[in-house]
């Protein structure tokens, strides 16, 4: 609620499961007189916070708004303040539903006595685009005075998120999220015992590619976060894939012969679950490949895993991975 970004016009979005939207809004209470006009006899000022928080297991988004800092001057009696948030579906994209319930109506006593604002819960068809049925919606808050008959609105904060249902992501068959920020890996780190020679291997082909395999004087490798050049990950190009661990494991034999024989395998990044990695066309030299204990290995590739299944990252999804010191 402190933070600055959360003020701005489409908010904050966190990462994809949490985003916030802010805004300072002023209701007056007017007086009207014949041959004078209206004017202003009360104010209600506050500051509204909307937190949306993504949703697993169902193609479901939540949102909860808290007044807080309100602000009171003259008369305000009478005056009651509506809050409400509008979803709609982009092009293509089944329509965005509102559960019964949604939104709140009342008078600015009540809302200053229970602050806790007002929720939405929004839901999507199972349908959209490409294989993981993809579906993206827009939305806007609303809040409106209401002086016995008459209604002033404004519209405020903008949003989006996304909702799919891709099959391949562990135990969440289906689920919405904030898909409008590219997400970090950090959870490996230099003195993590388990993924050290992992993190190694990344960190130098980010910053000090010069010292990876293979040898190539202009190696550039993507996906650290201050490189603005994020991966992206491949889940349905299996021969890439294939391409990618044929091509490392080569580069591996080649630095270090009979690696395998002696516990090692060979370790490279960018992963070879991303369109980066070395098994893109055409043939490129902008990866790291080392021969690493076959523990550090594999625990190296749960990381990703998870990173994967938590962040729901799917096919062709965007991230950076920062590797911890």
């Given at each position: 609620?402190?933070?600055?970004?959360?003020?701005?016009?489409?908010?904050?979005?966190?990462d994809?499961?949490f985003?916030c939207?802010g805004?300072?809004?002023?209701l007056?209470?007017?007086?009207?007189?014949?041959?004078?006009?209206?004017?202003?006899?009360?104010?209600f000022?506050?500051?509204?916070?909307?937190i949306?928080?993504?949703?697993?297991?169902q193609?479901?988004?939540?949102?909860?708004?808290l007044?807080d800092?309100?602000?009171?001057?003259?008369?305000?009696?009478?005056?009651k303040?509506?809050h409400?948030?509008?979803?709609?579906?982009?092009?293509?994209?089944?329509?965005?539903?509102?559960?019964?319930?949604?939104?709140?109506t009342?008078?600015?006593?009540?809302?200053?006595?229970?602050?806790?604002?007002?929720?939405?819960?929004?839901?999507?068809?199972h349908?959209?685009?490409?294989?993981?049925?993809r579906?993206?919606?827009?939305?806007?808050?609303?809040?409106?005075?209401?002086?016995?008959?008459?209604?002033?609105?404004?519209?405020t904060?903008?949003?989006g998120?996304?909702?799919?249902?891709?099959?391949?992501?562990?135990?969440?068959?289906s689920?919405?999220?904030?898909?409008v920020v590219?997400?970090?890996?950090?959870?490996?780190?230099?003195?993590?015992?388990?993924?050290r020679?992992?993190?190694?291997?990344?960190?130098?082909?980010?910053?000090?590619?010069?010292?990876?395999?293979?040898v190539y004087?202009?190696?550039?490798?993507?996906?650290?976060?201050?490189?603005?050049?994020a991966?992206?990950?491949?889940y349905?190009?299996?021969?890439?894939?294939?391409?990618?661990?044929?091509r490392?494991?080569?580069?591996?034999?080649?630095?270090?012969?009979?690696y395998?024989?002696?516990g090692?395998?060979?370790?490279?990044?960018p992963?070879?679950?991303?369109?980066?990695?070395?098994?893109?066309q055409?043939a490129?030299?902008?990866?790291a490949?080392?021969?690493?204990?076959?523990?550090?290995?594999?625990?190296?590739g749960e990381?990703?895993?998870?990173?994967?299944?938590?962040?729901?990252?799917?096919?062709s999804?965007a991230?950076?991975?920062?590797i911890?010191?």
């Open positions: 609620m402190e933070n600055r970004k959360t003020y701005r016009t489409y908010g904050w979005t966190i994809h499961f985003h939207q805004t300072t809004q002023t007056y209470k007017q007086k009207c007189r014949w041959l004078i006009g209206c004017y202003p006899i009360g104010s000022r506050f500051r509204a916070t909307t949306g928080e993504g949703y697993e297991g193609r479901r988004i939540y949102y909860g708004t007044l800092k309100s602000d009171v001057k003259g008369d305000v009696s009478g005056l303040l509506r409400s948030i509008a979803c709609a579906n982009l092009s293509g994209s089944p329509r965005c539903t509102s559960e019964p319930g949604n939104g709140r009342d008078t600015l006593s009540e809302w200053m006595r229970d602050s806790t604002g007002s929720y939405h819960w929004f839901n999507s068809a349908a959209g685009d490409g294989p993981d049925k579906a993206y919606y827009n939305i806007t808050q609303r809040f409106t005075g209401i002086q016995g008959g008459r209604h002033k609105s404004v519209t904060g903008r949003g998120f996304r909702c799919d249902s891709a099959s391949y992501i562990p135990g969440r068959s689920a919405c999220v904030f898909d590219v997400p970090v890996m950090s959870s490996i780190g230099i003195r993590d015992r388990e993924v020679q992992t993190a190694r291997n990344i960190r130098d082909a980010q910053f000090r590619p010069e010292r990876t395999k293979p004087r202009a190696k550039e490798v993507p996906g650290a976060p201050s490189s603005g050049q991966l992206t990950r491949n349905y190009d299996k021969a890439m894939q294939k391409r990618s661990g044929d490392v494991r080569a580069t591996c034999e080649r630095y270090w012969p009979g395998a024989s002696r090692l395998q060979c370790d490279e990044y992963f070879a679950s991303t369109y980066q990695s070395a098994g893109a055409p490129h030299q902008n990866y490949a080392k021969a690493i204990p076959a523990e550090d290995n594999r625990k190296g990381q990703i895993a998870e990173f994967y299944k938590l962040d729901r990252i799917l096919d999804d991230f950076y991975v920062h911890r010191s």
